[in-house]
């Protein structure tokens, strides 16, 4: 599998295999059952606005949900949530939301802030977490939520899945008991909108929905919540809890409203001596901003040549943030680190036709940033590294106004063969199942063996030519999701044409690790591009 995702494709022999209400798709986070319901593809987004959706026991989201989910689907919003068990928003559980909501908006391009629904004891689970994230919350939803553990479950239920007696939970239950620190919320403005019956008995809506709309009153916070009381109605499946239009528009609502916001990520500061321009658009495409980050010397003393990072993460996770290559802009080189579209946003070419429009762009945009529109090279890891590979190999476009040719290419452990990828071909432990949920078959929208001609388009071993840039190719010696043959193969077809090009196969190294990140590592890819991109 390309990437470092946390995240695995479910395959038909996971068990349990959670079964979905709506379409969607279901992998693992932190080995924990997950879930995303998907709009449909012309109603997506990025970023992508969703809801946080809990409890996330193997049996939820049920049918009885099914409408309401469909309102956030046909709105554009998708529904996310994880199986965490009877956590009732203990810390473990928590840790487990925290990194559902890291692998979506730092790999999927998921809003920063989702609107998380809550059901029931979902309401544990929500308030719990939005208590100590603030910052990632747009909004909470409730249908008849619990808020004060004491009432449901009940300590002694609660216990276990705190990891802690029934004594030391009673008293420490102001620490861990979400009504107890609904000011935290209500201080945040956190907007909250709630469905709860008058005479529920499982979960009292005195001690719980009322009891938050109190505190939310006291303090000065009472414009941010809502609640509706319906007479008559306890704790059960009264279609009204479901079928609410005034939950269902304010959820849609914030949800939409926390994808606009920026997602609250520590990234890494520019190396000494290097300033970052972050969030530039280069392109904008069916109203999805692509963006790139533009790393240059404080000091630039005339035109700077450039390198263009292309992360890696199978085609479908990874982002432009947290650059690994801005440390050469330290060197006398401006890096741009670039987003693309993602499997889940669209399907090749729109990644490479992405990448040339990043090219055109900084070719256009060169004068004012002090660049050298000739002298452009590419780098790129595991996926990006295809896709880099492919832009030094595959022709460009015959109507391109501004060229997307580059001079150079630095390919970290890409594939260059879509048709011979282990994940792509049947073997004693892969079936035709399997190849269909492969990372090409997703990048290609149909397994390599379905249109091998368009996985010979999508691969450089089969575009190369006398003309292409020279290249540095970089695997590793034990790399087991990209087999060294793919770089080696590529490297003796070069050759052949009548191209420049240059292995290293770093010793003991696996996908990617420590041993691309040593001085000699970074010395090999310095001197390549101070050789191709900076004049003599």
């Given at each position: 599998m390309l990437g470092s995702s946390h995240a695995q494709s479910r395959d038909k022999r996971a068990d349990p295999i959670k079964e979905l209400i709506l379409e969607g798709e279901t992998f693992l986070v932190d080995d924990h059952p997950a879930f995303i319901l998907w709009p449909s593809q012309e109603k997506r987004s990025t970023p992508q606005p969703w809801v946080m959706y809990s409890p996330t026991l193997p049996r939820y989201p049920d049918v009885h949900e099914k409408w309401m989910h469909q309102q956030f689907l046909d709105a554009g919003v998708a529904v996310a949530g994880i199986d965490v068990g009877e956590s009732y928003g203990s810390p473990e559980g928590r840790k487990h939301f925290s990194a559902l909501y890291k692998e979506l908006t730092t790999k999927r391009n998921f809003g920063a802030k989702p609107c998380l629904l809550g059901r029931s004891r979902g309401g544990l689970w929500s308030s719990s977490w939005a208590i100590r994230n603030t910052d990632k919350v747009a909004a909470i939803a409730g249908i008849y939520p619990v808020f004060d553990l004491t009432t449901y479950p009940g300590i002694k239920r609660a216990a276990p899945a705190y990891k802690m007696s029934e004594a030391d939970l009673a008293a420490a239950i102001k620490q861990h008991n979400p009504i107890e620190k609904v000011r935290t919320l209500a201080k945040a403005k956190i907007p909250i909108s709630i469905i709860h019956g008058a005479i529920d008995k499982v979960v009292p809506l005195k001690q719980n929905a009322a009891r938050l709309v109190e505190i939310y009153n006291a303090s000065g916070a009472q414009e941010f919540v809502e609640l509706e009381v319906v007479e008559g109605q306890g704790h059960n499946f009264f279609e009204g809890f479901f079928t609410s239009q005034k939950l269902v528009d304010f959820t849609i609502e914030h949800a939409k409203a926390g994808a606009q916001a920026k997602v609250p990520s520590k990234l890494m500061p520019p190396p000494e001596g290097v300033n970052v321009l972050r969030d530039i658009t280069f392109a904008t495409v069916a109203e999805q901003k692509l963006q790139l980050d533009l790393y240059r010397p404080k000091e630039v003393l005339g035109p700077l040549p450039v390198v263009v990072w292309v992360h890696g993460g199978g085609w479908k996770n990874g982002s432009k943030d947290r650059c690994p290559a801005a440390w050469l802009a330290a060197d006398g080189f401006a890096v741009a680190s670039i987003d693309y579209?993602?499997?889940?946003?669209?399907?090749?070419?729109?990644?490479?036709?992405?990448?040339?429009?990043?090219?055109?762009?900084?070719?256009?945009?060169?004068?004012?940033?002090?660049?050298?529109?000739?002298?452009?090279?590419?780098?790129?890891?595991?996926?990006?590294?295809?896709?880099?590979?492919?832009?030094?190999?595959?022709?460009?476009?015959?109507?391109?106004?501004?060229?997307?040719?580059?001079?150079?290419?630095?390919?970290?452990?890409?594939?260059?063969?879509?048709?011979?990828?282990?994940?792509?071909?049947?073997?004693?432990?892969?079936?035709?199942?399997?190849?269909?949920?492969?990372?090409?078959?997703?990048?290609?929208?149909e397994t390599v063996r379905d249109v091998p001609e368009l996985a010979k388009q999508a691969s450089a071993l089969y575009q190369v030519s006398a003309d292409d840039p020279p290249f540095l190719i970089m695997h590793g010696e034990k790399d087991p999701g990209v087999p060294l043959s793919q770089s080696q193969r590529l490297h003796e077809k070069l050759l052949a044409a009548g191209a420049q090009s240059e292995l290293k196969v770093i010793a003991h190294a696996g996908h990617g690790g420590k041993e691309f990140q040593t001085p000699e590592a970074k010395q090999f890819v310095l001197d390549f591009f101070s050789k191709t991109l900076k004049d003599q």
């Open positions: 579209r993602l499997t889940h946003q669209a399907q090749w070419p729109a990644q490479i036709d992405d990448c040339r429009a990043a090219i055109r762009w900084l070719r256009e945009n060169a004068k004012p940033f002090n660049l050298n529109p000739d002298r452009i090279g590419a780098w790129g890891s595991s996926a990006g590294g295809h896709l880099v590979a492919l832009l030094g190999t595959l022709d460009a476009p015959g109507n391109e106004g501004t060229s997307s040719h580059i001079q150079a290419v630095c390919d970290w452990f890409g594939p260059t063969d879509l048709l011979t990828m282990p994940p792509n071909t049947i073997s004693e432990t892969r079936t035709e199942a399997d190849i269909a949920q492969s990372n090409g078959a997703k990048l290609l929208g």
